[in-house]
Every structure is written in C-alpha cells, then in structure tokens.
C-alpha cells in the first residue's frame, strides 16, 4: 500500500474521533480515519459460535474533511432485531441518515441485523451523536 501523507491535524482528528468511540484506529490511503471497536453478540451461525470480526465489529470512518471542518462520516453495527428500531431512532433523532438495514448472515440465532449510517459533519460531533445513539447496545 502507498504511504499516506497525513497532516499532523489530520492525526490528532482522528486521534480524538477513536477515543470518543472507544475503538481503534488506523488511517488508510485518502486519507480516511478508520475506527473498528469489538462488540459482544452472543449468536450463532449454522448452530456454530463465531467471534468473527465480520460479525461482531462496529466500523467508523471519516474521509473528505473540507476547509469548514466538515466530513463525509459513516457507521456500521450489528445488532440484534430487536434493538433496530431504537438505533435508527436515536440516530435520525441527532440528525444522521440511516441508510440501510439488512441482515450479513443465513441461519444465525438470534438473528442479526446490520444497519448503516452517513452524514457531512464534523468527525467530533459525529463521533459523540454516534456515541450517544449506540450507547444502549453496550
């Protein structure tokens, strides 16, 4: 992968962004801040127990910050059925848009839903109205 330039900035950003969402970081190529943050969810899969990253990770990220301190920011969680509705209440009600909802897996149990999120923000106030809306999840 190319180096990436990234302004000191930059750096602490998305510093501040990870410790607000208590996950880590990593900045990739764009620059883009990427925040991953392990969740426990109890479920199977094909009757299997899975730790996978792929289903338990929640994934941050903020890229394309503009002279104003704005930024594309988007969000990913899974969750389980039930929880759905809360979060995209939460979320729309701190004016982010949910943008899909969809399941990753077949035959998991309980079933496991994914919801996505955006919004042109600045990373601070995204990352804390994230925060805020994902709280009850644990």
């Known amino acids: 992968?190319?180096?990436v330039k990234v302004t000191p900035q930059f750096r602490r950003l998305?510093?501040?962004?990870?410790?607000?969402?208590?996950?880590?970081?990593?900045i990739v190529e764009g620059p883009v801040c990427f925040v991953s943050r392990p969740r426990k969810l109890n479920a199977t899969i094909f009757g299997r127990r899975s730790q996978s990253p792929?289903?338990?990770?929640?994934?941050?990220?903020?890229?394309s910050l503009d002279r104003s301190g704005r930024a594309l920011c988007l969000g990913e969680t899974g969750l389980f059925q039930n929880q759905a509705n809360r979060l995209i209440s939460n979320l729309q009600k701190r004016g982010?848009?949910?943008?899909?909802?969809h399941n990753h897996w077949l035959f998991e149990n309980p079933r496991i839903m994914y919801i996505?999120?955006?919004a042109i923000d600045n990373p601070i106030e995204?990352?804390?109205k994230t925060k805020e809306s994902i709280a009850f999840l644990g």
Request: aromatic fraction near 16%.
């Open 96 to 101: 982010i848009t949910v943008t899909a909802l």
């Open 1 to 3: 992968m190319a180096q």
């Open 116 to 118: 996505h999120w955006q």
């Open 126 to 128: 995204f990352a804390r």
């Open 14 to 26: 998305c510093d501040q962004f990870a410790r607000i969402l208590g996950g880590e970081h990593e």
């Open 54 to 63: 792929l289903v338990r990770f929640q994934l941050f990220s903020f890229e």
